[in-house]
């Protein structure tokens, strides 16, 4: 059987199956939508260079235990890359809604000042002759 023919197909199974993780992982919000675009673009390159690319000779080059360890290395270094990319999409996410609850814990906060204020206000406006209704005790 033709080596070169199983180089690509192991190509553009590669970029499926970096496709069609990286859509699912967007689907349960593990990734964000750049991110994903990234690997998207990656397993693109991945199905066109099996499908353009003719390694005939390669043989020549590499022996099959180096190619299969290169096949391993890459297959490590491209899931740990992947996994490493969810949690940074994960994490860039949390802090984004946590910069939205601190904007409303903020507003909230000043609206309760300025109600505190009132109430002092009336408070003080209401009771100058009596100490006893003074916040300051």
Not at 30 to 36: G, P
Not at 65 to 79: K, N
Not at 82 to 101: D, G, H, P, Q, T
Request: aromatic share 8%.
């Amino acid at each position: 059987m033709n080596e070169g023919l199983i180089i690509r197909a192991l190509l553009v199974a590669f970029g499926a199956l970096i496709l069609t993780r990286s859509i699912f992982a967007l689907a349960s919000r593990k990734l964000t939508e750049q991110v994903c675009v990234v690997w998207g673009f990656f397993a693109a390159v991945s199905i066109v260079a099996g499908l353009i690319l003719h390694p005939d000779n390669w043989r020549e080059y590499i022996s099959i235990q180096g190619l299969v360890l290169v096949v391993i290395i890459i297959v490590c270094f491209t899931y740990g890359i992947f996994l490493l990319s969810e949690r940074v999409s994960e994490l860039s996410r949390k802090s984004s809604e946590m910069a939205m609850n601190i904007s409303l814990l903020n507003a909230e906060n000043e609206a309760l000042g300025k109600r505190l204020e009132e109430l002092e206000s009336q408070i003080n406006a209401g009771g100058k002759d009596d100490d006893k209704n003074s916040l300051r005790d």
